[in-house]
């Protein structure tokens, strides 16, 4: 299509937006295809929130425009977005961290755009932005871009290059946070080659992460994911073991008299070096049971959002160390080993050697409607889902 016609497109699209008037609806869609307008704005939809609290009352999706980048401005396209956890505990106000609330998208009252990750792709990029060019692919430099969203404009430093060779949009995605929390935790937290570590959620992104670095590095690892009837757990059980977890255990079998028992037959001694807790409750204090003396027991999450109740023998006796790890603090005060650490990952990628955690697509086109939005991001919140959900952008 030509240029002109583009303008012609997008003129009768903004026209309809305010008057749905002499077009016919036929002819608005077949134009109403790439939302362009005229003199290079870029038309967008952003879901938006003015304040925290449950999601179907508090986000809207908002349509606004984006004027052509000046200076080292980038304008960008949203490829594809996952669904966290923490994305959905900002909305709901329950995260330490917010996004900005402004009305730089033109909301009558300030509004953030929720969602931390992303792949996007560089639309166009102002005069003096030097480390990208169109066409290429960049993922957030740090969380709290806002992520829900057919486009954004940015400047350069907010974002980083990523060589794209090899890799889907998906895997770029879903990289800056789980992989890099498990490659860390299991990097600073003092375990060795050849020692085992416990983990919960062990079918989670972060877990399924662990597993597969821990293997890489020498490292045997118990995996304990919430039980599930008949098949479904079988699955789940190979389906771990086969990224390269030694053991696969219910969060019923964790809790039995007899699990210290099975832990010295397995690792021969008395002995895990290292647990990784994103569950918290009793169940997290079960897996600190079978630790080492002076092991450490690190908490990343907490989706029981029930507390860890300490007993004083683990404290005094058995020195565990109970410690927490935040990926946004620790890329704050890292932000070479950060980059280092993605780049790694993306490498492992490329070379068939490390497993995306199992996606569930949820389709974002110019015309979705805002329940479908609400609905896939509400699912985040069930347990036994079948994959992440992750927002796939097609005709924005
Ligand atoms: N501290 C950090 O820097 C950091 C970084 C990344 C992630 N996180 C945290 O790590 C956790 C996992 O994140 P993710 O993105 O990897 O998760 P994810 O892929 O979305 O998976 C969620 C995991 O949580 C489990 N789960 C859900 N509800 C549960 C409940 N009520 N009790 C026990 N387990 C439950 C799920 O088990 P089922 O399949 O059985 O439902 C699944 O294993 C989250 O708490 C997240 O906020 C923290």
């Given amino acids: 299509m030509s240029p002109s016609i583009w303008r012609t497109a997008s003129r009768v699209i903004a026209d309809s937006r305010n008057t749905p008037s002499s077009y016919s609806t036929t002819r608005l869609c077949a134009l109403a295809y790439r ?5 290079g704005y870029t038309q967008a939809k952003a879901l938006v929130y003015p304040k925290n609290g449950p999601i179907p009352e508090v986000l809207n999706l908002h349509t606004h425009s984006i004027s052509p980048p000046h200076s080292n401005l980038l304008t960008l396209r949203t490829i594809s977005a996952p669904l966290n956890p923490a994305d959905i505990n900002q909305i709901q106000g329950t995260y330490p961290t917010a996004p900005p ?3 730089n998208l033109g909301t009558p009252t300030p509004h953030a755009v929720p969602g931390n990750e992303a792949c996007f792709e560089v639309l166009s990029a102002g005069t003096n932005a030097k480390s990208v060019k169109k066409g290429d692919w960049v993922i957030p430099r740090a969380t709290g871009l806002g992520t829900w969203r057919t486009h954004l404009q940015c400047e350069e430093d907010k974002v980083v290059r990523v060589e794209k060779e090899g890799l889907d949009s998906k895997q770029v995605a879903t990289v800056n946070v789980n992989p890099v929390t498990a490659w860390r935790m299991l990097k600073d937290f003092g375990i060795k080659e050849g020692e085992w570590f416990i983990q919960n ?3 989670s992104g972060v877990g399924r992460a662990a597993i597969q670095f821990g293997r890489m590095w020498g490292l045997k690892s118990i995996a304990v994911v919430r039980g599930r009837p008949g098949e479904e757990g079988e699955k789940l059980r190979k389906e771990l073991e086969e990224l390269g977890a030694d053991k696969v255990i219910s969060d019923e079998e964790l809790m039995e008299k007899s699990f210290k028992d099975r832990v010295k037959e397995w690792t021969g001694r008395d002995s895990i070096s290292l647990g990784l807790n994103c569950v918290g409750g009793d169940a997290a204090m079960a897996m600190a049971k079978v ?3 002076g092991a450490h027991m690190v908490t990343y999450g907490a989706m029981s959002k029930s ?3 300490v007993g004083a023998s683990m404290l005094i006796f058995k020195d565990i160390k109970f410690d927490g790890f935040w990926v946004s603090r620790w890329a704050d005060q890292h932000p070479e080993k950060k980059k280092i650490t993605v780049e790694s990952i993306l490498q492992l990628i490329r070379e068939n050697k490390f497993k995306d955690v ?3 697509e949820v389709p ?3 015309d979705t409607k805002k329940e479908d939005l609400v609905e896939a991001i509400q699912g985040t919140l069930e347990g036994y889902r079948k994959g992440k959900g992750i927002f796939v952008f097609g005709d924005t």
């Fill in 364 to 366: 974002w086109n110019w």
């Fill in 101 to 103: 609330f402004t009305t």
């Fill in 291 to 293: 630790l080492n003396t």
């Fill in 35 to 39: 939302p362009i307008s005229t003199y």
């Fill in 201 to 203: 959620g062990a079918n």
């Fill in 358 to 360: 199992p996606m569930v």
């Fill in 307 to 309: 507390p860890m109740r």
